[in-house]
Structure formats: C-alpha cells, structure tokens
C-alpha cells in the first residue's frame, strides 16, 4: 500500500492540472528553470562553507582548537571527545556524521561519548549550511539575529544532549 503512495500522488496532481487546464509540461519546465537558477545562486555560498570546514581539518585548525575547548566542555560534563563535533556540526552535515562515527568507533556507541555524540547529532543543526540554503534561496542578504539565535540554539542542544545522556544514562 505504502508503495502507491507517490505515484497515486503524481497522478492526482496531473489530472487535477489537466482539469484546470494548465500546461503541466510548461509548469514543468518553468519551475525546473526556476529551481536552476535558485541552485546557481547558493552554489558560491556553500562552495565556500565547504571548502573552509575542509581547509580547517586539513590544516590541523580544527584539532588545535579541539585541543583549546576539551578542558572546557570537560568542566561543564561534556565529554571533550566531542569538541570536534561541536566545532564541525553548524557547518557541515557529512563532516559532523564522520567525527560522530570517529567518536563511536574510538569509543563505542554505548559510551559515555558516543551516546552524547548520537544525541548531539539528533539534537542540533547544520547552522551555517541551512542559512546559506534558505537565505540564499529567499534572496536575503543580511541574516540579522538568526546566526546569533541559531547558535544559541546549537549550544543548548550540546549542553542538553550532554545532561540528557548524563541523567538517563548515568
């Protein structure tokens, strides 16, 4: 049953535009046309997000700065292991999922580290990707308060995966 779904789905929408009397093959090609040009316009953003979280590992930035936060996360409960998670989940989605399978596999997946990197993965947001997309899909140039809030938002969900696992899972 669930199989029909999207094609029960497709098949509606294109009686329900033929009944209206609407060019579905043009409808097509226009919002292919527009759906283009919107992907051109976010393409340099998220060239350049990806390429400075690359340039960031590659030069060792990035475990330098690990190095500077474990103490830190340490004396707030949170396990340092974590700390390139922290750094690498508001930019990249695929970065963050390769240092939490690092974490899971260094120290298991029932540990306390890789059960606060699963929580922190499900917990928090590719920040500086998602505005990139949306904002530059929307046309917006100034961002305003929404990186501030966004990671405020990314730092109470580390700090709560990290009491979440503690409390649960002691």
């Not at 060019?23 to 292919?32: E, K, P, Q, R, Y």
């Not at 750094?87 to 974490?103: D, H, K, V």
């Amino acid at each position: 049953m669930s199989a029909l779904i999207v094609p029960v789905l497709l098949c509606s929408a294109g009686i329900f535009a033929l009944s209206k009397r609407v060019n579905v093959f043009s409808a097509l090609t226009d919002g292919a046309r527009e759906g283009l040009k919107i992907s051109a316009g976010m393409l340099p953003a998220l060239v350049v997000l990806l390429s400075g979280v690359y340039m960031l590992r590659a030069s060792g930035a990035l475990d330098a700065l690990c190095g500077l936060l474990t103490p830190l996360l340490e004396y707030m409960g949170i396990p340092g292991e974590t700390a390139s998670l922290l750094l690498i989940r508001p930019f990249s989605g695929s970065g963050a999922l390769a240092a939490g399978s690092e974490i899971m596999r260094q120290f298991g997946p029932d540990s306390y580290a890789g059960r606060c990197a699963a929580v922190m993965l499900g917990s928090t947001e590719t920040t500086f990707y998602v505005i990139a997309v949306y904002f530059g899909a929307a046309g917006v140039k100034k961002t305003r308060h929404a990186i501030p809030a966004a990671l405020t938002a990314d730092l109470c969900g580390f700090i709560m995966a990290a009491l979440t696992v503690r409390l649960f899972f002691g």
